[in-house]
Nanobody, 118 residues
Framework: QVQLVESGGGLVQAGGSLRLSCAAS????????VGWFRRAPGKEREFVSA??????TYVDSVKGRFTISRDNAKNTVYLQMNSLKPEDTAVYFC?????????????WGQGTQVTVSS
């Protein structure tokens, strides 16, 4: 079992920055692919970014603004979010999956709220 806890969300003005953290316990997070997802009010869950054995990936809408990274010593994955826009407002979740498995079958955190005001 992997327990994931997100933190770092909050209220920020458009153009501002936040850094989300996904801290893991129970297992070594470096053995997993880790993804960030978000769910905005009234919308479906959306993939944002992931870091796996091939490197980082991003949804087009956040490329050049968001950066995903790992700190293996802290067993934590980060999502640095710059140049935030009101449309980035959502609950952000991190998830971990084993190789060849889906995120839906993996481990999920409880989410952290990000609100970007215009």
């Amino acid at each position: 079992q992997v327990q994931l806890v997100e933190s770092g969300g909050g209220l920020v003005q458009a153009g501002g920055s936040l850094r989300l953290s996904c801290a893991a316990s129970g297992r070594t997070l470096s053995n997993y692919a880790v993804g960030w997802f978000r769910r905005a009010p009234g919308k479906e869950r959306e993939f944002v970014s992931a870091i796996n054995w091939s490197g980082p990936t991003y949804v087009d809408s956040v490329k050049g603004r968001f950066t995903i990274s790992r700190d293996n010593a802290k067993n934590t994955v980060y999502l640095q979010m710059n140049s935030l826009k009101p449309e980035d407002t959502a609950v952000y979740f991190c998830a971990a999956r084993e190789r060849f498995k889906s995120y839906d079958g993996g481990f999920w955190g409880q989410g952290t709220q990000v609100t970007v005001s215009s």
